[in-house]
């Protein structure tokens, strides 16, 4: 079937189009929307997350080749650095756990059921031309994960304030010297971003197209019912009935052949059968 019949098919049934599209806009808000407390509320709602970057790195500087000289006692063994990669795995532990969220809900309020505090080390994947491994960087990711992209925001930046004085902290107590301590700072604050797979007009345009080609469907089932109930039945071709014959006509027999008349002489009497009619003769 062509683009033309099908549409001059569509166009015969404009009264189930119409209803079509009013079913299917109504499915579509149906599917887009839930009524709560008396107000229409969004079935699904896009998740936004924001990052703040925290390079680890020692006091010296990560432009530096080389660690800090330190003096040695006699009977003492050498100080050696730290692998601050393998640094960053337990940092992000630490920045994403209870008591971390504790402080951080003490600044920025209770979070949500739909709202989190995550962290994790930053890694690169280099392309297959490169190297198939995993890079692992010493960087820490604090993400803030909300419906509102300025709450996500506001949780990264928050929580990364927060693990840096905790950090510092920590050093202090446990005396670690100034020169020793691992630094923390911010080399990046990204923006909120929505998630991916959580966009909410998928599910709308789905419903949307299949109601509207389940009418479609409709439409020409319809149709089809109605040109067989249009077009007349058609009755099977008859052969005609041969006319009677007449039983006079009818032979039973072989014709009988007649002998032929001889010529009427002089002073003869021409034959005449009995079938034909008598004429008197005169003289």
């Known amino acids: 079937m062509n683009l033309t019949k099908m549409f001059h098919v569509i166009g015969r049934h404009r009264v189930l189009v119409l209803i079509g599209i009013g079913v299917a806009v109504l499915a579509a808000l149906l599917a887009a929307f839930r009524l709560e407390s008396g107000s229409l509320a969004p079935r699904t709602q896009v998740e936004y997350r924001a990052s ?55 600044q920025v309020g209770p979070l949500a059921d739909n709202e989190a505090l995550t962290a994790a080390q930053r890694t690169t994947q280099p392309t297959s031309e490169t190297n198939t491994g995993t890079y692992r960087l010493p960087i820490l990711d604090i993400m803030g994960t909300s419906p509102d992209p300025a709450r996500a925001q506001e949780i990264s930046r928050t929580a990364a304030t927060i693990f840096q004085t905790y950090a510092v902290t920590q050093q202090e107590a446990a005396g670690v010297p100034a020169e020793a301590r691992v630094q923390l700072p911010v080399i990046d ?31 020409f089932a319809v149709d089809n019912a109605q040109a067989g109930r249009r077009e007349p039945a058609v009755s099977p071709a008859r052969e005609p009935i041969p006319a009677p014959v007449p039983a006079s006509s009818v032979s039973t027999g072989p014709t009988p052949v007649l002998p032929r008349p001889e010529p009427v002489g002089a002073g003869q009497v021409p034959y005449r059968s009995a079938s034909e009619p008598q004429h008197a003769y005169r003289d």
């Open 52 to 106: 703040t970057h925290i390079l680890v790195s020692d006091p010296v500087s990560v432009f530096s080749s080389r660690n800090a000289a330190t003096a040695v006692p006699d009977g003492m063994t050498a100080a050696t650095a730290r692998d601050l990669a393998s640094l960053t795995v337990v940092y992000a532990y630490l920045a994403s756990s209870d008591e971390m969220v504790a402080l951080l809900e003490e």
């Open 189 to 219: 604050q990204r923006r909120a971003q929505a998630v991916d797979g959580t966009n909410p007009a998928l599910p709308v345009v789905a419903v949307l197209v299949g109601v509207l080609l389940a009418f479609v469907a409709l439409i």
